[in-house]
Every structure is written in C-alpha cells, then in structure tokens.
C-alpha cells in the first residue's frame, strides 16, 4: 500500500513536471493578434503595376521619420519621431501645399525629386547658408514594374535594391519661408531644415516594427511579406508583453 | 614747623589730590563697565539663574518642539498625499491599459471574422460575433469612463495634455471598432466601402482598414502612456526627496 502511494506520487510529479515544460516548447501567443505582416497587400496581392504606384504615392504620406536634431552623433539619446512626416513652410497659409518628398540638384546640377516612400535615411553631410547637402539612402531602389516581375523576397530586398544620392535641399521655400519635417495633426511636432547641423542622421526605419502603419510598405507585395524574416507585424500595443512601471515604495527616512 | 616740612606736607597733599583726580577721571571714562558688572552679578545671583532657566524650559524648549512636530507633520501629510496619488495614478495606469486590451480583443474578432471562410461561417456563428461585439462595445464604454475619471488623480498641469491625448486615441479605437463591425455587417453590408467584384479585393481591404485602425490605436496608445508614464516619473522623483 505504502509502495503504491510513493509511485502515484511519483507519477503524479512527473505529469506535473512534464505539464510545467510542455508550455515551454510551444511559441508564445502574444494575446493580441497572430502578428500578421504590416502591408497594403494583406488579402491579395496587386494585380497590375498601377495599384503598386497608387500604394507608392500614398505610402509616401504614412513615413515615420526620426531625427536626433541634437546630437549630431545620433546615438539615439533623445530621438525626435515625426509620424506621418510631411515637408512644408513653418507658417502654412490655406493655399500652401504639403510635400512627401525630397526636391533637390544632384551633383550634376539636375534636380532629383526622392519621395519619402523610397527613402531610407539620410545624413546632412554639410550646410551652407541657405542649402543643406544630404546624403541619402535611397530603398528600396525597384520600379513597381520590377517588383512585379522579379517577387522578391524580403531578405532579397533587404540585402539589395539601395543606392546612395547626394542631394542639396534647400531649407527655404521659393518665396523665402522656412522649410519644416512636419508631422501630421494639429499639434504635431516640427523640425525646420535650417536647425539640422553637419552629421544628423535621419531615418525612415527606425520605428518599432510592430508600431508601424501597414501602408507605409507599398513595396510589402505578398513574395516580400510571405517571407519569415520580414520583421513589420501587426500587434496590438497592449499585448506586446511591456510590464507596467515597477512599484515603487516611498517611505520617509525617520519612519 | 620749618620750611622743609610745610614744603614735604604740600607735595604729599599735592601727590594724593594729583591721584584722586586721576582715579575720578579713570571712572568717568568707564561708565558702562559699573553698570555691566551690575548685569553680570544679577545673571550670576541665584534668582537670576532661576528665571533663566525657567523661561529655557518653559518657552524656548516647548517652542522649538511645537516648531519641529510642525515641520515633520507637514512632512508626513505631504508623504501620505504623495503616496496616495501615486497609488491612484498607478491605478488610473492599470485602467488605462485595459482599455487598451479591449481594442486588441476588438482587433482579435475582426481577424477571426476575416480569417473565417464565407461559407465556414453559418448564421448562429455570426450572431455569436455580433454578440461578442456589442459586448466588448459595453465593456469598451465602461472602461473608457473607469479610466477618463482617473485622470483627476494626475498633477493638475497634465490633465488637459492627457485628456487631448487620450481624445486621439479615441477616434482610431472607434475606427476599429466600426470597422469590425461593418464586418458583421452592423451597419448594414459592407457600407464603408466601394463592393468589387472581387472578393478577395473586399476581403483585403476590409484587412488593410483593420490594420491601419489598429496601428493608429497603437501609435495613439502609445503616446498617451509615454505621458503617463513621464508623470508617474516625476511624482515618484518628488516622493524620492522624502527619503
């Protein structure tokens, strides 16, 4: 009797032990979402290149740009995020107009225009008075058409498709207003162009990957999203595992 | 009496009038010093000493107590309200992210209604989602006012901040909430929007308006907790000073 208490007894601690493990090999729900990838093509991919270069122009309004204004290091110590980043005069008037992309003269003087939703990052390589010389990334660097031909994947995407632009912008308008990152809502934050010294950085991916918008990747085409390495997800924010605030115990010294 | 003593006699008298005028004038110059010493006998008598001791212990002493029981008091009161909205705004936190869970619940049922095949999904399924919804709608409704009545607890200069924050957030999460309801067709079959022929087209922009609803609740969700967190920080700071 005695011997068959000890060996249910040891049964019953191995089913536990093996229950307590069981969860453990099995991936983590996060409780919010499955974690599908962020893109315009969630359901069905584009059925011809001019639904690709429709999502291209409105992904260029749903960037997310970050810029250390301070720290020309930019070690990330105290990092400005403009959502929906526009680039406009400071004081916009009714009949003003907003821009999502990038105007300026390359080095052989031709005038380049790079839109926000093809751009990387980019560094203020150096200021004159008036103008500003940057040093773009431009990504990726593939027509709607190639994309629709070649699907590549995202690792290929990735790894690829980037070339470097040096622009000069100018950080004033036609009719001498200063020009301003803008994000997007009345009281969005702002970044006049002429306060940026030599050596910002300012980059386009630099957001959490599950805090972006699924149309900022018009480039997101189901060969480049299906792959398991493309990191941009759709989670709740809630449900991302972030412990609130520790407590904190407060206590007078003589009590 | 010769000449030589009445001389001997006048310059003796001469010699102690010559001294008495020298004391006088000694006196006259150290007036205060009489009148100091008056002062320090009466400090140095026996009575002096009493009522000196008696005004320490009864005035002084019980002033300087009453002075300090005040200070700690205030102390003590300032701590007990400190500690006390810290407590209500680490609970107002809690609110705060449980309205934020509703919304990943609300997100949930739009995706499983999405990922559910039309013809998987029978009649007694959809009303079962329909019912889901109008009761995370409820609980969405009162989570809204558990919290919007805790931001009272926040120091007076941040309130209106996070009002206009939590304002913000508000407009996306009813978005998404819309938005799975247009799924289920609560507000009347596929009424935001254009119906193409192709299913698929529907299907991936019903996706696409989920998703963009959710991460504009999150870009929203996070700004209003960035804020609350920012005043958790400096109240705790100021608590840090009692310790």
Redesign the interface.
């Known amino acids: 009797m005695k011997a068959g208490n000890s060996s249910k007894a040891a049964l019953a601690l191995g089913v536990s032990i093996l229950l307590c493990l069981v969860p453990g090999s099995v991936p983590a729900d996060v409780?919010?979402?499955?974690g599908?990838p962020?893109t315009?093509?969630?359901?069905?991919g584009p059925r011809n290149v001019q639904e690709i270069e429709k999502a291209k122009a409105v992904a260029a309004q749903y960037q997310t740009l970050s810029m250390s204004p301070d720290t020309a290091s930019g070690d990330g110590s105290d990092v400005l995020r403009l959502?929906r980043v526009s680039l406009r005069v400071e004081q916009p008037r009714a009949d003003d107009g907003v821009g999502y992309a990038l105007v300026g003269k390359s080095a052989s003087g031709e005038t380049v225009t790079l839109s926000f939703s093809e751009i990387e990052s980019f560094v203020v390589t150096s200021r004159k008075a008036a103008t500003l010389i940057l040093s773009v990334t431009v990504w990726p660097d593939i027509s709607p058409q190639q994309l629709l031909d070649r699907q590549p994947t995202y690792q290929q995407l990735s790894a690829g498709y980037r070339r470097t632009v040096a622009l000069e912008v100018s950080t004033r308008s036609a009719d001498g207003r200063p020009l301003v990152f803008a994000e997007k809502?009345e009281?969005g934050a702002t970044l006049p162009l002429e306060k940026l010294a030599a050596g910002t950085p300012g980059n386009f991916y630099e957001e959490h990957p599950?805090?972006?918008?699924?149309?900022r990747f018009w480039w997101a085409i189901p060969s480049v999203s299906n792959d398991p390495e493309y990191p941009y997800r759709?989670i709740?924010?809630?449900?991302r595992g972030e412990a609130?605030?520790a407590?904190?115990v407060?206590?007078?010294?003589?009590r | 009496m010769d000449s030589e003593q009445i001389r001997d006699e006048v310059l003796a008298r001469l010699e102690i009038e010559r001294e008495v005028r020298e004391q006088l004038a000694r006196q006259q110059c150290e007036p205060s010093v009489q009148s100091g010493t008056g002062i320090r006998a009466w400090l140095d008598s026996k009575f002096g000493l009493l009522l000196i001791g008696a005004v320490i212990s009864g005035v002084l002493v019980p002033t300087f107590q009453f002075t300090q029981e005040e200070i700690r008091w205030h102390r003590q009161n300032r701590y007990n309200n400190l500690e006390r909205q810290l407590g209500s705004m680490r609970e107002s936190l809690k609110q705060f992210i449980a309205v934020q869970a509703l919304s990943a619940e609300l997100y949930d049922l739009g995706l499983v209604v999405l990922d559910t095949p039309a013809a998987a999904a029978d009649q007694p399924q959809r009303e079962q989602w329909r019912k889901d919804l109008r009761a995370l709608q409820a609980r969405r409704v009162q989570q809204n006012a558990v919290f919007a009545a805790t931001v009272f607890y926040f120091p007076v200069a941040a309130q209106q901040p996070i009002r206009t924050a939590w304002n913000d957030l508000m407009r996306p999460a009813q978005q998404l909430q819309a938005c799975v309801g247009e799924l289920l067709g609560e507000n009347g079959p596929l009424s935001g929007a254009k119906k193409s022929a192709d299913p698929a087209v529907d299907a991936n922009e019903f996706a696409v308006r989920l998703d963009s609803s959710l991460a504009e609740v999150n870009q929203a969700y996070e700004h209003v907790l960035s804020m609350l967190r920012q005043q958790l920080i400096e109240v705790e700071h100021e608590s840090g000073k009692f310790q």
Request: no cysteine; hydrophobic share 40%; charged share 15%.
């Open positions: 409780g919010g979402g499955k599908y962020a315009p093509w969630r359901m069905a959502r809502g009281f599950h805090m972006t918008h699924p149309l759709m709740p924010a809630a449900s609130p605030p407590p904190v407060v206590k007078l010294a003589d």
